[in-house]
Nanobody, 115 residues
Framework: QVQLVESGGGLVQPGGSLRLSCAAS????????LGWYRQAPEKERELVAT???????TYADSVKGRFTISRDGAKNTLYLQMNRLQPEDTAVYYC?????????WGQGTQVTVSS
């Protein structure tokens, strides 16, 4: 079983920054897709940023230029650097990893952007 553990969420004021981490129980290079999703209250879960084949990156239009996805293979860890945070970024952020047939999810970490 793959384990994904997120950390780094919290309360931040608009314009602030946070860095989320996702620690995986095995090599991050063993996944076809690795990335971040988020879900705001009463809204559907949406893609934020992903690696495809551990090299190609994809970002939601709403976060382009503000968020950066990265990874550290030696630490089996995925990161999401979030800058210039806005109230609409408030959500639970989930780490996601996928193989050919199986998706794996972390438990999520809360990000709240509020004055």
């Amino acid at each position: 079983q793959v384990q994904l553990v997120e950390s780094g969420g919290g309360l931040v004021q608009p314009g602030g920054s946070l860095r989320l981490s996702c620690a995986a129980s095995r090599s991050i290079f063993s996944f076809n897709v690795l990335g971040w999703y988020r879900q705001a209250p009463e809204k559907e879960r949406e893609l934020v940023a992903t690696f495809t084949s551990a090299i190609t990156t994809t970002y939601a239009d709403s976060v382009k230029g503000r968020f950066t996805i990265s990874r550290d293979g030696a630490k089996n860890t995925l990161y999401l650097q979030m800058n210039r945070l806005q109230p609409e970024d408030t959500a639970v952020y989930y780490c996601h990893a996928r193989t050919g047939f199986t998706s794996h999810w972390g438990q999520g970490t809360q990000v709240t952007v509020s004055s």
